[in-house]
C-alpha cells in the first residue's frame, strides 16, 4: 500500500504574475490580492492615511490568508500580518510623542478616523483585521513624519510564502476615503526570483520602518484603545470567506441601467405605458398609439366628458419625451383646470411641471414657489411649463411667448375657445386672441407640433373643429374654401342614402384626388385615387350593398377623422361587446322633480321680486341693450334660493346707498356671477364682467332703494320658508335610499353655503362642500379647507355621502364614487350640464345606474327650456353631441327674458337637422383592439429593482410605506403608484422616465467593469434610442424585456466578456440606435415641412380662387384668364392695378398655372353669379382677405 503524499505547499512561483494591473476593485481581487495571500505565509503592507476605507482596501483578499492562517493553528507565525499606517500631527504634537512618548494626541486622531463602516464591504474587510488583531496575528504600527508635515506616500506591499518566496508590489493604491467605490489604481507587480533588487529595495524599506530605524518617519505601536476598538468589529466566527459585494451590486446596477434605458428601446413606448400610474382603456391605447405615433402632426383628442381625455394626452406625452422628439412642452389651459392638470401630470404619468403665476413664479406640484426675476419670458425658458391661457393669449403676453425658443409640442385643453371672432363662414382670416396665438405659433415655427383637447369642438358653427385642424398642419384644396368641406359631407350623405349625383360626388371626387394621404376603398384596391372621374363614378353609382361601406370610408378619410379621436359611451358598449372590458357604462335615470310654492306669502314676495326685476330689466335696456344684464341674474338667483337673492339685494342696496349718497361705487356686480363665466359674457360685455348697471342720479337711486329694502324685508318675514328647499330634502331621502353618495350642483357660491348650512346638522361629517375657493369638509366643530384630491379620496372611502357644489366642481374633479346628482338650480349655460354630469358619469365609475334629478319650479322659463333641450336634444340622457348649436341657442334664451323659447329651441334644432356637418363632427371613432407590445419594463419591475437595493449592494432602499421608499444619498421619498403619491405631496414619483432611474444606476457603477449588459444610447437633440445587448460567453442577445435581463443577470457567474468583443457588440448596437435616430429625425422633418406646406397651398388655392372670380366677374368667360389678368395690370385705377400686381407676386411673380378643377368650378360660378354678385367682386375686398390670408406667414 502506498504512503499518503503529502499536499504540494501553495507557491507564488507557481503562477505567471502579470507585470502590470490595472482596474477596479474586483479586477485586482481576482490578478493579485485572492491568489497572493491564498499562497501567503506572511504578509507585510504599507498604506496611506490610517482610516476605516484603508484597513478596509488592505484587507482586500484576505480569506485565503485567514484559511491558511487556521490550518497552520500555533505554527502560524505572529504576526503573520504587518501594517503600516501613516498619520499627519501637529508640530508640538509630534514633539511630545517623540520626546515623551506622549501617544494622547495620535490615539484621537486615530479613534476620530476609525468611523463606523460606510457600507457591507467596509464593514465585512474591517472585521476581518479586528478578528486577526484579537488572534495576535496581526499588528499595526503607525508612522509619522518626524520634522516637519506631511505622510509617507509610499504605498507598496510583499506577500511571502512558506518557501521565502516574495511578491511585491506598488502603485497608486487608491485608499480614499471613496476607494472602495472608485478603485481604479494602477499597480507593478514583480517576484522576488526574478527581480531581486527590486524586492530589496522594498523588504529593507519595510523592514526599517516597522524597526522605527527609518530616518525621517517614527512609528510607534498601535494606541491600545485603538487596537481595542478594532478587536470590537471581530466576528465570532473566523471570517474565511472573501467579502465582496460586487455580484449582487454589478447585478442591481444592469436592473437600474435597463429601467433608465427602457423608455429608449424599440418597443420603449410600450414601456412608458407600462409604467404610468394608470392603466388604459381600450380606446384610449387606441388614441395614444396613434398620437404619439404620429407625431408632429397635431391630433385632435375630442372623446366625451368622462372618457379620460386627460390621461390620453399624459400617456402621449409620456412616450413623446421618452426620446421620440420631445423635449420642450408647453401646456396651456384655463386658469382654473392648471392645478388639476399638474396634479394629473405627476399622481398618472410621474411627470413634474411647474406652472406659472404672474405673483408667485413658477409653482411645483409640491407647492414649492421658485421666484424668477425675468417673469413669464424667464419662465418660458424652462423645458416644461404649465401657462393659463388667459396670460398666454393677452396682448401683453403673446409677444413674450412668441419670442421663447420653439416648442416641440403645445397641448391646449378646452381648445373650442380657440375660434372665429366673425362666425361667419366666409371670415376664416378672424380669430379670437387665442386662436390668432395658436396660428402664429404654428406659421412662425414655434410649435413644432399642436395638441388639441375638447369634448365640444364644434360649439355653434360648423367650420369650428376645422380651423382647429388649420393648426394642427391641414390645409391644402381641403381648407382653401369651407364650401369644400360642405359639399363634401353633403356627398357623403347622399352616397349613404343612395341619392348622389355625379355633379355632387365630382366636388368630392376632387378633394379625394388632391390629397395625398387618401387610401383606397374596401374591395376597390385598383381604383386610381389621382382621377377625380373615377372616383365621382364609384360614388355616384355605389350598388345598395357598397354604399354604407363607401360612405364610412369617405368619413374614415378625411381630414377631420384622420386627425380627431372621438370616443362616446357607446364606444365603450361596443368595446364591452367585443370583451375588452369588464361592464358597459352606466346607464343615466334620469328625473325632473316640479315644485310650486306651498305658502301664498312665499308666492307674493316671488311675485313681488319677479315684477321688479322685469321692470327694472325693460328699463335699463330702453337705456341702452345690454344694460338690464344684471337683473337676468337677479332672475336666475331668485330661482336658486333665497338666501342668494338676499344676498344680491342686499349688494345692490348698499350700491344705491352709495350713488344717493354721491359716494364712489362699484360699476361692476362681479359678485353676482361665478368668474368661471365671463368667457360667456362677450355680447353683454368685451370684458366678460356684469355691469351693475346702478342709476347715474341720486334721486333714482333713492326710488329704487326703497324698492330693493322692501323686498330683502318681505324676504326676511319668511322666516325660513322655502319651498324648495322642503322639496329638496324629500328628493334627497329618495335617492339616498340605497346609500349611495350624491353630489348636489347649483350655480353659486351663496347658495351652496345656504344649503350645507342646513344639512350639516344631519350629515355631520358626511357633508362636504365645493367651490372656487376650494373644497371643505365638516369635522364636527368648523368647516375644514380640503384639496381636490382629498374630497376625491374620501367620497371613494365613502367617509363623504354628501357634497354640495358650484360649477367649479364640474371642472377638472373626478367623483364617479358618488352615484346620483341632483341639479339644485339649472346652470344659464347648458353646456355645463354635461360638464356636471361628467363628474360621475366617467370611465370607473361602478354604479350599473346614476341617477340625475333635476329641481324646476313649475311653469318657469328653466323648465320650459330644459324640457325642451331633453326632448330634442337628450340633455341629461347623453352627450348632445351634434346638437351642440341648440345649446348656444338655449343660453341665449335663458338669459334673454320674454323670448319664445319652446319655439326658438325648436328652431335652432331643426337647423342642425338640415346640416349634415353638424353630425359628422360628432361621428364616434370606430372601436378596435389594439395588438399590445410586449414591454419592456413595468411598475412591478420598479419595485424588485428596489427590493434588489439590500446591504449587499451598498445602497439599500428602505421601505417607509406602502410603495414609498428612501434611497440614501438621494434627497425625499420616492412613490411608485398612484395612491402614494395621491396620500402625500412631497413624495417623488418614480418612473424610467425620472432622472433618478439613472441616478442610482451610475452610483452603482464603477470604472472599467465590463458588465454583460451593453446600453448603446444615441441622442440627437430631443430624439434618443437605446440597444441593449446580453454579451454572453458563447453569443449574444437583444434584452427585450426586464424579465430577460433578470433571467440572464441572475445566472451570470461575474465573469466579465471578453473586452473585444465587447467593444464590437457595442459598436453594432450604437450603429443600430444611431439608424432609428436618423429615421425618426428624417419622418419628423417630412411632417412637418408637409403640414407648413399645405398651410401654403391652402393660400395659394384660396387666392387664386378669388382672382378667378374677380376676372370672371369682368363678364369675359374663363377662356384665358391669364389674357385677363394681364389686361387688367395695364389699368388705370393705380388700387385696383396694385392689388392684383400683389396678387400676381404672391402667385409666384408669373402668370399662374390654372388646375382643370379650378377652371371647371370657375365656368360654374359664371354661369350662377348675379349681376350684384359680379359688381360685388370687382370692388376687391375678397382679394384682400385672400391676400391677408394668415397663413401666408408661413416660415
Known sequence: MNEAVAPREPSLRAREWKRFLRGPDQALLDELYVPALSAALRYDRCCAYFSSSVLAAAARGFSGLIARLIALGDAAPRPAVRLIVNEELAEEDVSALLERADTSALEAHLLKRLKAPKDVLEKQRLAMLGWLVKQGLLDVRVGVMRFGEGIVHAKFGLVTDTAGDTLVFNGSGNESAAGLRANYEEIEVSGSWNDVDRFENFRTRFDDLWADNDGAVHTVTLPEAVRLKLIKLAPKQAPTGEPSTALARQRAEMMWRYIAEAPYLKDGAAGCDATAFVEMWPHQRQVVEDTADAWPAGRLLCDEVGMGKTIEAILVLRRLLAGRGVRRVLILLPAGLQIQWQQELREKGGLLFPRFDVFKGLIWPDGREERIEGGLSE?????????????????????????????????????????????????????????????????????????????????????EPWDLLTVLGEGGHWLSEFS????????????????????????????????????????????????????????????????????????????????????????????????????PPARRQVHDELFDF???????????????????????????????????????????????????????????????????????????????????LGEFDPSGRVSAALPSDPEVAKRELSDVEGLVEQLLALHGRDSKRDRFYALLRQVTNDGRAVLVFTEYADTMQYLREQLVGHYGKQLGCYSGDGGRRWDGDRWVNLPKDEIARLLQAGALKLLVCTDAASEGLNLQAAGALINFDLPWNPSKVEQRIGRIDRIGQRQPEIHIVNLFLKDSVDERVYAMLRERCGLFEHFVGRMQPVLAAARKILLTPGTDAVNAIRQAAEAVDREPLASETYVASDAAAIQRTASPVAREDLLTALRALNAATGLEAKQVGDQRFRIP?????????????????????????????????????????????????????????TEAVWVGAESTAPVRTFAELTRLANSWNGMYPEPRRRRAVEEAAREAAEMRIRAAIERAEQREAAGLSLQAAAARERLLRELGKYLVALGQGTGDLNQLLFQQLKRQDIASRQRLELVRQRLGGGYPEWPAHLLEELSAYDLTVTPNERRGRLIGKELEAALADPRWSVR
Open 969 to 1025: 444619498g438621494l434627497a425625499g421619498d420616492y412613490a411608485v403608484s398612484e395612491e402614494a403619491l395621491d396620500r402625500d405631496e412631497k413624495c417623488i414619483p418614480l418612473t424610467p422616465l425620472s432622472e433618478t432611474c439613472a441616478q442610482i444606476s451610475t452610483i452603482l457603477q464603477r470604472p472599467g467593469e465590463g458588465l454583460p449588459l451593453v446600453t448603446a444610447t444615441v441622442a440627437r437633440g430631443a430624439f434618443r434610442a
Open 379 to 463: 419662465a418660458l425658458q424652462r423645458e416644461r411649463l404649465i401657462l393659463s391661457r388667459e396670460t398666454a393669449r393677452t396682448e401683453n403676453s403673446r409677444p413674450t411667448v412668441l419670442a421663447a425658443d420653439p416648442w416641440d409640442l403645445v397641448l391646449l385643453d378646452e381648445a373650442h375657445a380657440a375660434r372665429r371672432a366673425s362666425q361667419v363662414e366666409t371670415e376664416f382670416n378672424s380669430a379670437t386672441l387665442l386662436l390668432e396665438l395658436l396660428r402664429q405659433l404654428q406659421l412662425q415655427r414655434k410649435a413644432r407640433s399642436i395638441l388639441l383637447l375638447s369634448a365640444t369642438p364644434m360649439q355653434t358653427h360648423p367650420w
Open 598 to 680: 306651498q305658502d301664498a306669502a312665499e308666492r307674493g314676495v316671488y311675485e313681488a321680486i319677479t315684477r321688479y326685476i322685469e321692470r327694472r330689466f325693460a328699463e335699463l335696456e330702453g337705456e341702452k341693450p345690454g344694460k338690464g344684464f344684471v337683473m337676468t341674474v337677479y332672475r336666475r338667483r331668485a330661482a336658486s334660493s333665497p338666501y342668494a337673492l338676499e344676498q344680491s339685494l342686499k349688494r345692490r342696496a348698499e350700491g344705491l346707498r352709495r350713488v344717493a349718497a354721491r359716494q364712489s361705487t362699484d360699476l361692476y356686480a362681479d359678485a353676482e356671477l361665478d368668474p368661471r363665466d365671463r368667457d360667456d
Open 484 to 583: 369644400i368641406v360642405r359639399d363634401y359631407y353633403r356627398a357623403t350623405v347622399a352616397v349613404q342614402s343612395g341619392r348622389c349625383s355625379l355633379p355632387t360626388a365630382k366636388a368630392a371626387a376632387i378633394a379625394l384626388a388632391l390629397d395625398p394621404a387618401i387610401t383606397a376603398p374596401p374591395k376597390k384596391s385598383e381604383l386610381n385615387l389621382r382621377e377625380p372621374s373615377e372616383i365621382a363614378k364609384t360614388l355616384a353609382f355605389a350598388r345598395p350593398s357598397e354604399r354604407d361601406a363607401v360612405s364610412s370610408w369617405m368619413r374614415r378619410v378625411s381630414p377631420l377623422a384622420r386627425r380627431m379621436h372621438r370616443n362616446t359611451r357607446d364606444s365603450l358598449r361596443r368595446y364591452h361587446e367585443m370583451g375588452l372590458i369588464d361592464r
